[in-house]
């Protein structure tokens, strides 16, 4: 079975900062990473995910996640927050090809402060 | 294309009552998963179903049930209910071992 540990769960970080949110997984075959952003009162929206291939992965809204499989950390970045990034992140594994599903962490909430 | 839809979006609902929660996938999506999200216990997976068949299941009592129709439309059901059902339910869709799709969520308050 896999595991997600979030360390921080919450965030503060002033405006044009940058931004790192730490994500480490457990898991004892290949997995699939991914990162989600949840705004209030909305369902959860993917900004990234990590298949296989380059270990840095770009996703939307400037931010980028790089891949460590020796640490079993996928950490999320971005160089320069708005306020408008204020939300709850959360990080997630899967294993498909062994009938897997999704795992979420218990989230991040990042506020990002004027 | 469209997202996935849930409906409704607020519920209230008393102890001991029953509650149907309904999720639209998006199109070509055959796999619709369920999570309940709370404050304390965060995300948790309720159930998967695929092509009308449920393939995974969570650890959660059999007050919670779902099923999927040959439209790939989902419901889910929680009888009986409790106060600690309060909770945002979220459906979520996807293809093959694409990422998943949520939808917004139901809102379901128990008094």
């Known amino acids: 079975a896999q595991s997600v540990t979030q360390l921080d769960s919450q965030v503060p970080v002033f405006e044009e900062a940058p931004v790192e949110l730490r994500c480490n997984y457990s898991?004892?075959?290949?997995?699939?990473l991914f990162w989600y952003v949840q705004y209030p009162n909305q369902g959860l929206q993917l900004l990234l995910k990590?298949?296989?291939?380059?270990?840095l992965v770009k996703g939307i809204n400037g931010f980028e996640a790089e891949f460590n499989k020796s640490q079993t950390s996928f950490h999320l970045r971005k160089p320069s927050v708005h306020i408008s990034d204020t939300a709850e992140y959360f990080c997630?594994?899967?294993?498909?090809?062994?009938?897997?599903?999704?795992?979420f962490g218990p989230g991040t909430r990042l506020s990002v402060l004027p | 294309k469209a997202g996935v839809t849930q409906t409704p979006r607020y519920l209230i609902k008393t102890r001991g009552q029953q509650v149907t929660l309904s999720c639209s996938p998006i199109?070509?999506?055959?796999?619709v998963s369920w999570y309940q999200q709370t404050p304390g216990q965060g995300l948790q997976f309720l159930f998967e179903?695929?092509?009308?068949?449920?393939?995974n299941k969570g650890n959660f009592p059999g007050r919670f049930s779902g099923r999927q129709f040959s439209n790939s439309r989902s419901e889910m059901n929680v009888s009986t209910l409790e106060l600690g059902d309060s909770a945002l339910y979220l459906c979520?869709?996807?293809?093959?071992?694409?990422?998943?799709?949520f939808g917004n969520g139901t809102r379901l308050t128990v008094t």
């Open positions: 979520a869709s996807r293809a093959g071992d694409s990422p998943l799709h």
């Open positions: 898991s004892s075959v290949s997995v699939y």
């Open positions: 990590y298949l296989s291939g380059s270990t």
């Open positions: 997630a594994v899967s294993a498909p090809n062994y009938g897997q599903n999704f795992v």
């Open positions: 199109s070509g999506h055959r796999s």
């Open positions: 179903y695929f092509s009308e068949t449920q393939r």
